[in-house]
Nanobody
Framework: QVQLVESGGGLVQLGGSLRLSCAAS????????MDWYRQAPGKQRELVAT???????GYANSVKGRFIISRDNAKNTVYLQMNNLKPEDTAVYYC???????WGQGTQVTVSS
């Protein structure tokens, strides 16, 4: 059974930083592509960042240059380092294993101005 558990969300001020973690189990993590999505109130869920099994990364234009996705295969964990946070980054952040179609439960990020 695939399980993804996000952590690291919270309340942060404008310009602050947070690091989200997503611990995976039940998948061959080292060969799995992983994604971070977010969903703000009243909006559709959107792709924020992606990392392939080989470590290639991609970002939404809205976070490029501020967010960094990374992975630690020894810990079966994918990270999202978020810097220079803005109020429009406020959302629930989810990780996804695209191959399995499994989502985590999400972690709330709130950026105050």
């Amino acid at each position: 059974q695939v399980q993804l558990v996000e952590s690291g969300g919270g309340l942060v001020q404008l310009g602050g930083s947070l690091r989200l973690s997503c611990a995976a189990s039940g998948i061959m993590f080292s060969i799995a592509d992983m994604d971070w999505y977010r969903q703000a109130p009243g909006k559709q869920r959107e792709l924020v960042a992606t990392i392939t099994s080989r470590g290639q990364t991609g970002y939404a234009n809205s976070v490029k240059g501020r967010f960094i996705i990374s992975r630690d295969n020894a810990k079966n964990t994918v990270y999202l380092q978020m810097n220079n946070l803005k109020p429009e980054d406020t959302a629930v952040y989810y990780c996804l294993s695209p191959d399995s179609g499994s989502w985590g439960q999400g972690t709330q990020v709130t950026v105050s101005s």
